[in-house]
C-alpha cells in the first residue's frame, strides 16, 4: 500500500510538472501542458492568428476555408476537419469532432461576448464537455501586439510572435501618428455588398480601419451601428469624396451606371476595389487582415502621411502572417496596381 502511494504521489508531481497554469483575458486560472503540439480555434480571428504563429499545430479549422484562402495557405493544414464556432449568430461547434482531433488547448479570441460572468461560465461548461482546456484571449484590432506576445509565449514560439508583433505595432502607430495630423479627414463610404448599398457606418467594426487611418466614415452613426441598406439619394447627400467596395459587381455597378455618376468619388475616379486575397484587407473577416489594410488605405488616401512601399509592406504581411511568400508581380496584381 505504502509503495502504491509512493508511486501515485510521484506520478503526480510528474504530472504537475509537466504543467502550466495560463491566466485568461477572463481570468480564468487553466492548466495546460507546458509544450503545447495542438491548437484549436475557435473563431475567424483565432484561426487566422493561430495559422500565422504555427500552421503545423492547428488540428482543425473553426470555418472552411475559402478557395482563395486554400491557394494562400500551406497545403498540408488546407484539408483539416471544421469543428465550427462556439459563438456567435453562426455558432455551430461539432463537440464530437473536436474530441476526435484531442488538441491540447481550444483558444477563442475577440471581444468579450455578453458579460465577462457569462463567458466564464460558457467556457467552463465546454471544458466539462469536451474535456480540453478552453481559453478565451481578449482581442480587437489594437492590442494585436500584445496579443500575438501572449500567444508566443503560450505556445513557445516568442522569436515568430515578435516579428508578427513589432509588424502590426508599427502599421497600429503609423496610423495614430497621421491621424494627429490631419485637420481635414478624407470621406469614405464602404459597402461589402453586392450591389453597393449596403452601408458599413460610422463606428461599426467591420470599418474600423477608416477611422483608424484617419479617414471619415461619410454614413455617420445616427442610422444605427448594424451594417444598413441606403439609398443613392441618401448617398447623394453625403457625397463621399472615396468609395471602398469588396465586391467586382458593385464596383462595376457604381463606375457604369450613370445613377451613380453624380457622385464626387465617381466623378474624380476615387472609386476602389478592395485588395480580397485571400481575405478582404479592410474586413471579413474583421482579423489580421486589418493589419495590411491600414498600409493599403493609409497609403491610398494620405501618401505624404504612410510613406511606404507597399509593395513591400504587403509581401512582408504575406509571409508573416500567411507564411506565403509573395513575387512583386503577384504584390501589384493583389494590389490592382
Known sequence: MKRLISMLLLFAAVMSASAAVFTDSLGREIELPDTIDGIAPSGNLAQLVLYSVAPEKITGWSSRLSGSAREYFTQDVVNLPVFGTFYGKK????????????????????????????????????????????????????????????????????????????????????AAEARTKIEDPVTVYYSSSADGLQAIPEGNFHGEVIEKIGAENAVKASLGASAAEISLEELYMSDPDVILLTEQDAYDEVTTNPLWSPLSAV?????????????????????????????????????????????????????????????????????GL
Not at 461560465?121 to 484571449?137: G, N, R, S, V
Not at 513591400?312 to 511568400?325: G, Q, V
Open 267 to 335: 466623378i474624380n475616379n476615387r472609386v476602389y476595389l478592395i485588395p480580397s486575397e485571400p481575405y478582404p484587407f479592410i474586413d471579413n473577416p474583421p482579423a489580421t487582415n486589418r493589419i495590411i489594410g491600414i498600409y493599403w488605405l493609409g497609403n491610398l488616401l494620405y501618401p505624404e502621411l504612410y510613406p511606404i512601399n507597399i509593395i513591400e509592406e504587403t509581401k512582408e504581411f504575406y509571409s508573416l502572417y500567411y507564411n506565403h511568400e509573395l513575387t512583386d508581380e503577384d504584390a501589384a496584381r493583389i494590389l
Open 91 to 174: 455558432a455551430n461547434l461539432n463537440k464530437e469532432a473536436l474530441m476526435a482531433a484531442a488538441p491540447d488547448v481550444v483558444i477563442d479570441m475577440g471581444e468579450i461576448k455578453g458579460s465577462k460572468e457569462t463567458m466564464i461560465a460558457d467556457l467552463d461548461k465546454l471544458q466539462d464537455d469536451i474535456l480540453i482546456p478552453a481559453i478565451f484571449i481578449e482581442a480587437y484590432l489594437d492590442n494585436t501586439p500584445e496579443v500575438y506576445r501572449t500567444v508566443g509565449k503560450l505556445l513557445g514560439e516568442e522569436e515568430k510572435c515578435e516579428k508578427l508583433a513589432v509588424f502590426a505595432e508599427e502599421a497600429i502607430n503609423m
